[in-house]
């Protein structure tokens, strides 16, 4: 296997993660899910188990807030789901610093795509809507526009998704 990278972009309720999700059962009969999310609360953890079972037993699932890099995952399709949320906690662990933020996902991001695996990165774009009135929003809006820059300059494919449509943008 070689390393392959696709990002797969788009707006809230897009279709990004499903598309994400049939693409890696395509490539593989036992994907892994990488879920970057913090658990915020018990409601949440309900609904982090909720769909861990809707995925079914073929799944290997991994939480994983910062470091996907030390999980290794020679050989396998990996469905990251979302660079936003995992952007999130770069973010806020630092202060709000985008540059230090943005630097550290770089780092990070490079670390973990060295491996030879499939890599899909679900990621939103959330500068697509108005610009938010609130200063840490509009930071943060700006660092999640450059890090999926990134990402995207790294991938060998980019899909936009539009109302359940995968767009190829890339490769």
Not at 35 to 40: D, E, H, K, N, P
Request: hydrophobic share 35%.
């Amino acid at each position: 296997m070689t390393r392959r990278i696709i990002l797969v972009t788009g707006g809230q309720r897009s279709g990004k993660s499903g598309y994400a999700q049939r693409l890696a059962l395509e490539l593989s009969d036992c994907p892994v899910y990488m879920a970057t999310s913090r658990v915020w609360d018990e409601e949440y953890r309900k609904r982090i188990e909720r769909h861990q079972r809707d995925r079914g037993p073929q799944w290997t699932n991994i939480e994983e807030e910062k470091a996907l890099s030390k999980h290794h995952l020679q050989g396998r399709v990996i469905v990251i789901d979302c660079v936003t949320l995992w952007g999130t906690n770069f973010f806020f662990d630092q202060d709000s610093n985008v540059d230090l933020a943005l630097q550290e996902l770089k780092e990070e991001f490079d670390r973990f795509t060295a491996q030879e695996a499939t890599f899909i990165f679900v990621t939103n774009e959330i500068g697509m809507g108005g610009v938010a009135e609130n200063t840490i929003q509009r930071r943060f809006t700006d660092m999640q526009g450059w890090v999926n820059q990134y990402i995207a300059e790294k991938a060998d494919e980019v899909v936009l998704m539009v109302s359940g449509i995968g767009v190829k943008v890339k490769g």
